[in-house]
């Protein structure tokens, strides 16, 4: 039962990257919107690939002083029924990580480039921070050095969402900023996206594909999967309500802008992330509530900064998955963090 459980959210998890797909396509330009998708298809298969060559053993091998692993390359030595369950389940992980960045440097970098990168990420990067915190997840005698000073991150609001946001604030400071999205005197110009629709069945995609992101890292099929996702439906119903809220305060003729609603409810999903298995149904709330507030500010910070963030990528995954990984410390039950 828990292999299939793993398999079920694995295949959530993996149809998340058709959500990634239709969430960008429909904000940024139609003229590009092919190159997103490509981008899309491109980075799933590279982090898979990458992650099998070597991620995965930098991620989950036996621990170097609890900084990187250092077996298992190519799953060698890895052959039981969960061990297969187990990399696939990280794999779609991995991919997730490096889809992420796409946002973040959409209409402005080059294919093969940006394919580079998406080996880099799911095969290094990520692997080597996520063995910091994650470093026992198969082989449960190590940990890492994160992991031994208490860090405490259930299914990757910082593990994963944070280190891809930051991977793309620092990609996107560098690529500059789209022609026209900021005038001459720094102030920013909308470059509105060709279809918003596409975006919400995008935003509806990654919500369902969650229950497999949050509830899949139990990495058991048994009754706490069930508390894991009341709290991933919950967390991003406050969100999007919190930032529904905040549009039509901020609106004259009550006109509410979607693209806001959107990216609050992506946000109470990654704030929810870190701590959906130890917070409260109350906890859920107030985490997507925060997260809502965090993604708002987080956006106004990023334009003061003159950085062009298409998707929002920095504030919703990288701002909001640092806050999840706080609050989880803050609304949890004592108890539920020893």
């Not at 690939?49 to 002083?65: I, K, V």
């Not at 993604?295 to 909001?320: Q, R, T, Y």
């Given at each position: 039962?828990?292999?299939?459980?793993?398999?079920?959210?694995?295949g959530?998890?993996?149809?998340?990257?058709a959500?990634?797909?239709?969430?960008?396509?429909?904000?940024?330009?139609?003229?590009?919107?092919?190159?997103?998708?490509i981008?899309?298809?491109g980075?799933?298969?590279?982090?898979?690939l990458?992650?099998w060559?070597?991620g995965?053993?930098?991620?989950?091998?036996a621990?170097?002083?609890?900084?990187?692993?250092?077996?298992?390359?190519f799953?060698?030595?890895?052959?039981?029924?969960?061990?297969?369950?187990?990399?696939?389940?990280?794999?779609?992980?991995?991919?997730?990580a490096?889809?992420i960045?796409s946002?973040?440097?959409?209409e402005?970098m080059?294919?093969?480039?940006?394919?580079?990168?998406?080996?880099?990420?799911?095969?290094?990067?990520?692997?080597?921070s996520g063995?910091?915190i994650?470093?026992g997840?198969?082989?449960?005698?190590?940990?890492?050095?994160?992991?031994?000073?208490?860090?405490?991150?259930?299914?990757?609001?910082?593990?994963l969402?944070?280190?891809?946001?930051?991977?793309?604030?620092?990609?996107?400071?560098v690529?500059?900023?789209r022609?026209?999205r900021f005038?001459?005197?720094?102030?920013?110009?909308?470059?509105?996206g060709?279809?918003?629709?596409?975006?919400?069945?995008?935003?509806?995609?990654?919500?369902?594909g969650?229950?497999?992101?949050?509830?899949?890292?139990?990495?058991?099929?048994?009754?706490?999967?069930?508390?894991?996702?009341?709290?991933t439906?919950?967390?991003p119903?406050?969100?999007g309500a919190?930032?529904?809220?905040?549009?039509?305060?901020q609106?004259?003729?009550?006109?509410i802008?979607?693209?806001h609603?959107?990216n609050?409810?992506?946000a109470?999903l990654?704030?929810?992330?870190?701590?959906?298995?130890?917070?409260t149904?109350?906890?859920?709330?107030?985490?997507?509530?925060?997260?809502g507030?965090?993604f708002?500010?987080?956006?106004k910070?990023?334009?003061?900064?003159?950085?062009?963030?298409?998707?929002?990528?920095?504030?919703?995954?990288?701002?909001?998955?640092?806050w999840?990984?706080?609050?989880?410390?803050?609304?949890?039950?004592?108890?539920?963090?020893s």
């Amino acid at each position: 039962l828990n292999i299939i459980w793993i398999m079920i959210a694995a295949g959530l998890v993996f149809f998340m990257q058709a959500g990634f797909t239709a969430l960008e396509t429909g904000f940024i330009r139609a003229k590009n919107s092919i190159n997103v998708a490509i981008k899309n298809i491109g980075d799933m298969i590279a982090s898979i690939l990458g992650f099998w060559l070597f991620g995965f053993a930098l991620m989950f091998g036996a621990t170097q002083s609890g900084w990187v692993g250092t077996d298992g390359f190519f799953l060698e030595g890895y052959d039981k029924p969960f061990d297969y369950a187990f990399f696939i389940f990280q794999a779609v992980f991995a991919g997730t990580a490096a889809t992420i960045v796409s946002g973040a440097v959409a209409e402005r970098m080059q294919f093969k480039s940006y394919l580079i990168g998406a080996i880099v990420i799911a095969g290094i990067i990520y692997p080597i921070s996520g063995h910091w915190i994650w470093g026992g997840g198969l082989v449960s005698s190590q940990s890492g050095w994160l992991a031994e000073l208490g860090f405490m991150d259930f299914a990757g609001s910082t593990v994963l969402h944070s280190v891809g946001a930051w991977v793309g604030l620092a990609a996107a400071m560098v690529l500059g900023p789209r022609i026209g999205r900021f005038d001459k005197d720094g102030n920013p110009q909308d470059i509105q996206g060709h279809n918003i629709s596409i975006s919400a069945i995008g935003a509806f995609i990654l919500w369902f594909g969650w229950f497999g992101f949050n509830g899949g890292s139990t990495l058991v099929g048994d009754g706490s999967v069930t508390l894991v996702i009341l709290n991933t439906l919950l967390a991003p119903a406050a969100g999007g309500a919190t930032c529904f809220l905040y549009s039509m305060m901020q609106s004259d003729s009550a006109v509410i802008e979607v693209e806001h609603v959107i990216n609050g409810l992506l946000a109470g999903l990654v704030g929810i992330t870190a701590g959906c298995a130890f917070v409260t149904p109350t906890g859920a709330i107030l985490i997507g509530i925060t997260s809502g507030i965090v993604f708002m500010i987080s956006e106004k910070l990023i334009l003061k900064m003159k950085v062009d963030d298409p998707i929002n990528v920095v504030s919703v995954h990288g701002s909001c998955g640092a806050w999840g990984t706080i609050a989880l410390a803050i609304f949890a039950p004592l108890e539920n963090l020893s």
